[in-house]
């Protein structure tokens, strides 16, 4: 499995089961651990309870709402609670899932996807701390997650000749087919777009399937419900439509194992009746084998399309976790207030048979492609070098996504542990995600002061905010904040040095992050403080001054994330909580397979591997004979060993 460079956050489980029983459906909602809350007795599901909902349908939240009232009061109210709380407290995130029989085909009409809790004011699909999915357990092998890039997807789109025999509006495919394109232009690296030749019948989109290999199959089809059987409107050879039912529709996929995901769209034209078709064939595609599906509940108007199919693949090319995808996708059409009232958010409906979700492994990063060319120079080696990371990496993202409160990570240890080879790895992964960030480097030769610490690293925002449109200073223009500081701190022999100038510059610096566009992530970064041992009060400032000034609640600093690296650690203080320290000692001890790794990172041969590990065996050896059994080897002992080999080997 490749490595996950940017990793999803760690999710606590909660199933929601509902079975029939006498008199209407019992739910069961079951938690982490097997403990289970469920129903003191049956939920009737009549026509008068169809109709209430009916009655709500344009009131999204007030019907989610009431499925939150009608199938999850009592015991099974309990548990969701609890595992809302427990994956907050956790600071996970949390994966229901949805268990409804595929018979059960009233409860499937439901939009369990407008799902709402008041109490919590959670639209529980919509949420970027919750995926929401509808879940079946069927016993059949899921296979393992696919690895390779880019993902292959097949679009069909059908467009039969007599559609008005069927009172269907026409539409236009070339229309759909450039909705499609500009939706998957960002993802263009990781997703690779075909679309089907010629008409949309069975034969032909089978042997495309055969012939391409494709992951996903994405169908815009008309479809409708006939004796509570759903049917695709599908073509002949001669462009005329075919009704395709769900029993023929999901032979099409015998024996293509390739095929992870099938995603089902309404045209754009076509009526909300029209897409229950979908609603139905969902569970009878996972019911025969296909891991997921996506359906859409009802039309989807253009511009909502073009967002959800735009994030849903750009999460899911990236990550590969299908739940988590659809509800990135779904959050991104609830922040629009419009299609919040609409319910848009709503539409997507998906029904799986992975318990995690994982359709594909993570897209390997390649962070080097994405650096601009007067950076890369100065990050190659980082990319080479950053080992035995993982944990620090991954705070750090943490961090950035606002997982965590605290807003510092300060990581300290001795020489050659690594430190500076995070700070650099966080400083790549932000030109990556496209994220400001300044530094201050303390080895840099400079007549470092309160001033130029703090100039240094507005220097290093304003090369990646941009500033107002008319020119005119504003909260995104940092032009105005070099300004501000500029003046209250003077520049050379001029600039103030007694104790309320320091502070009013400070605060000055702080209140113009602050007055950043707070949905934007910034990232500040201060290495090498241990050469600031002769500069005691500047030791003194950055830790009583600018890094307190993190944990005041009031500056509203959580966009911004400050990483800084020192030998010694942090001062006394017996109320850390506001940051997090990284001790670079212990490391976790670097393994025989860690040490081929990083080999094969610096250009090592695969047919190499046999005699790396017998390097590594001896020098393991000889390093614990030498120094102790508790003296980890460093990931700088490890580069000097690779650089020694390479100039041995590969003359």
């Excluded at 735009?310 to 990550?319: R, W």
């Excluded at 670097?590 to 017998?614: C, S």
Aim: one cysteine or more; a negative charge.
């Amino acid at each position: 499995m490749p490595d996950k460079d940017l990793n999803l956050p760690e999710y606590d489980e909660c199933k929601i089961e509902l079975r029939g029983a006498e008199g209407g459906y019992v739910t069961t909602v079951t938690l982490s651990r097997e403990r289970s809350f469920a129903s003191d007795q049956p939920i009737p599901v009549d026509l008068d309870t169809l109709n209430q909902f009916m009655g709500m349908s344009s009131d999204p939240l007030g019907y989610g709402q009431l499925l939150y009232d009608t199938f999850l009061a009592g015991r099974p109210r309990e548990g969701l609670t609890a595992a809302l709380s427990e994956a907050q407290s956790g600071k996970r995130h949390l994966r229901i899932q949805l268990d409804i029989p595929p018979d059960a085909k009233t409860l499937h009409t439901l939009t369990w996807e407008w799902l709402y809790s008041p109490a919590t004011d959670a639209a529980f699909a919509a949420s970027p701390e919750v995926s929401l999915s509808r879940f079946m357990r069927i016993d059949k092998p899921l296979g393992e997650p696919v690895e390779t890039r880019p993902l292959k997807i097949l679009v069909v789109i059908s467009n039969p000749a007599n559609l008005s025999d069927y009172n269907l509006p026409a539409l236009d495919p070339n229309v759909e087919r450039q909705n499609i394109e500009a939706a998957l232009i960002k993802v263009q690296s990781q997703v690779k777009c075909e679309f089907l030749e010629g008409y949309a019948t069975l034969g032909n989109i089978r042997n495309q399937l055969e012939q391409g290999q494709f992951h996903v199959l994405h169908v815009l089809s008309h479809g409708y419900m006939k004796q509570q059987k759903g049917y695709l409107l599908l073509q002949d050879q001669d462009g005329r439509g075919v009704p395709v039912d769900e029993n023929i529709f999901d032979d099409l996929f015998l024996g293509q194992h390739n095929i992870r995901l099938v995603v089902l769209a309404a045209c754009l034209s076509a009526a909300r009746s029209q897409t229950n078709a979908f609603v139905g064939l969902g569970p009878r595609l996972v019911e025969k084998g296909i891991p997921a599906v996506v359906a859409m509940q009802r039309r989807v108007e253009v511009s909502a399309a073009q967002l959800f199919t735009e994030h849903f693949y750009q999460h899911l090319s990236q990550y590969g976790v299908v739940d988590a995808a659809v509800n990135e996708a779904r959050y991104r059409l609830y922040l629009d207030p419009a299609r919040r009232a609409s319910g848009d958010w709503g539409i997507p409906v998906l029904f799986m048979r992975t318990d995690k979700g994982e359709l594909f492994y993570p897209a390997p990063v390649d962070v080097a492609a994405r650096i601009p060319p007067s950076y890369r120079d100065r990050f190659e080696w980082v990319l080479r070098e950053f080992v035995n990371r993982e944990d620090h990496r991954l705070m750090f993202q943490r961090m950035i996504r606002r997982d965590e409160e605290e807003r510092i990570l300060f990581s300290h240890g001795l020489s050659g542990m690594g430190k500076t080879t995070l700070l650099k790895w966080c400083e790549a992964w932000c030109l990556q995600e496209g994220l400001p960030w300044g530094e201050v480097d303390f080895l840099e030769t400079k007549p470092w002061d309160y001033a130029l610490v703090l100039s240094a690293l507005a220097d290093g925002l304003a090369a990646w905010l941009p500033t107002s449109q008319d020119g005119a200073p504003g909260a995104d223009s940092f032009a105005e904040f070099k300004t501000l500081v500029t003046q209250t701190a003077g520049s050379g022999d001029k600039r103030a040095t007694d104790p309320n100038a320091r502070l009013t510059v400070t605060l000055t610096f702080l209140r113009a992050l602050a007055g950043l566009p707070s949905d934007r992530p910034i990232a500040l970064f201060i290495d090498a403080m241990h050469a600031l041992d002769k500069a005691p009060d500047l030791r003194e400032w950055l830790w009583g001054e600018l890094f307190a000034s993190f944990q005041n609640k009031t500056l509203a600093l959580g966009h911004v994330t400050l990483v800084a690296a020192d030998r010694q650690g942090p001062p006394p203080d017996p109320d850390h909580r506001w940051y997090h320290t990284l001790s670079a000692m212990p490391l976790k001890p670097l393994t025989r397979e860690d040490f081929i790794q990083y080999a094969r990172r610096r250009g090592f041969r695969k047919e190499e591997e046999d005699e790396l590990g017998r390097y590594y065996d001896a020098m393991a050896a000889m390093h614990e004979e030498m120094s102790g059994a508790d003296n980890p080897i460093t990931p700088r002992i490890l580069s000097g060993t690779l650089d020694r080999l390479a100039r041995q080997w590969h003359k």
